[in-house]
Every structure is written in C-alpha cells, then in structure tokens.
C-alpha cells in the first residue's frame, strides 16, 4: 500500500480542517467586535479610570506578536492562574482580544471622523449621550468603519493558521499532517493556500456588499 497517495478520506479531513479554521475566526471576530465597541463607547463617555486602561491594554495587545500571545495564554495563564486552558480556549482568548485591539483603533477612528458641528448641532435639539451616539454617529461611523473592518477580517482569518502551534487542528495543521504522510509539500501547500484564499475572497465579496449598503444609506440624496 502507497502511504504517500492521497485518498478520498483526505478531502473530510480538509474540510474539517476547514470548519475549525472558519469556525474560530467567526467566534473570535464577533467576540473582539463585542468587546471593541465596548470599549470604543467608555471611550465616548470618557470614564477616567477606564480609558487609560483600555489605551495600554489595546497597544500591548496590538505590538506584540500574537504567537507570543497565544503562547502566554496556553502555557503561562495556567501556572500563573492555576487553571487548566485548553488549546481552544487558549485560541479564543487570544484572537479575541487581539482582534478586539485592532477593532478598537477602527472604531474610534470612525468616531472621530463624525463632524463635531453635528455632536454639537445634536446636542442643541435636546439629544442625550446614548441617543447621539445611536442616531448621529453610529450610522456614519459604520459606512466609515466597514472597509477596514473588511481588511481586518481577511488578516485575521489567516492568522487563525498560528494556533496550529498550540495543537488546534485547523486547516494548516491538516496540511501538516497530509503533508508529513504524503511527502508532496507543493501540493498540500497549494491546495491550503487556495482554500484560505477562497475563502478571503468570499469574506471580501460580502463585505464589499454590506459595504455598499452602508454607504448607499448614508450617501447624499438632495432635499
């Protein structure tokens, strides 16, 4: 028997590589977009304490490598905190947060790019903090934030593959496996890369149709 042929029992083992890989981008990007307005809007209201907090918190998480992080959840939160973290856990947590970091810098970008006549303009008929921020400037703000946030989100689909590292078997550790068995790099490489490519690709073409909503909303239709 030929162990370095690749067999049909390959493609299921692709495609629950694949389910893993896109699974977890799906849950950490909705956790870190969670957490960024969360903090984008204690920023909005500019609650001492907690602004500086978040500013270091965001940067820290921000400048170092997310392999580093990933390593520090897995290996140093146990013995620092004494709980057991699994290899998923640690995945969520980490790509969590470093997605939430990067959200964070869009969405205060976006707020700051609503005029500040309009806050004031709102802020003369009568409108509260929380009403501003819901009827003014989130609406701008998101055709505003929906480019980027469709940069950031095929960045970190591809940076799902680093948690191959910690033992989550996602699509690269897949290709790693086949890889070792087969013997054929190029071809298991390839056949990876194609499949995260698709996969940005579709991520890019619904974006890009929210993103045109979006902005068709917001757009300019005359008096």
Not at 42 to 67: D, G, Q, W
Not at 188 to 203: E, Q, R
């Amino acid at each position: 028997m030929d162990y370095s042929a690749f067999t049909s029992y390959d493609l299921v083992l692709l495609a629950q590589g694949l389910g893993v890989s896109v699974l977890l981008f799906v849950v950490t990007f909705a956790i870190g977009l969670v957490l960024a307005l969360s903090w984008a809007t204690l920023r909005f209201y500019r609650i001492p304490v907690a602004v500086p907090l978040v500013t270091t918190l965001t940067e820290i998480l921000k400048n170092s490598p997310v392999l580093v992080q990933l390593f520090l959840v897995f290996f140093g939160l146990p013995v620092f905190a004494k709980i057991n973290v699994t290899p998923v856990e640690a995945a969520v947590i980490t790509l969590s947060g470093n997605t939430a970091a990067f959200i964070y810098v869009i969405a205060v970008s976006a707020i700051e790019s609503v005029g500040r006549d309009q806050v004031e303009a709102a802020r003369v008929f009568g409108l509260s903090r929380w009403q501003i921020l819901r009827k003014v400037i989130s609406p701008q703000a998101s055709a505003f934030a929906i480019g980027p946030l469709i940069g950031l989100a095929v960045n970190q689909l591809q940076v799902t593959s680093l948690v191959s590292a910690i033992g989550v078997v996602d699509l690269t550790k897949i290709g790693n496996i086949l890889n070792l068995r087969t013997l054929k790099p190029f071809i298991v490489w390839t056949l990876i890369g194609v499949l995260y490519w698709l996969c940005s690709k579709a991520i890019a073409y619904f974006g890009g149709r929210l993103e045109a909503r979006l902005r068709a909303h917001s757009a300019w239709k005359g008096l």
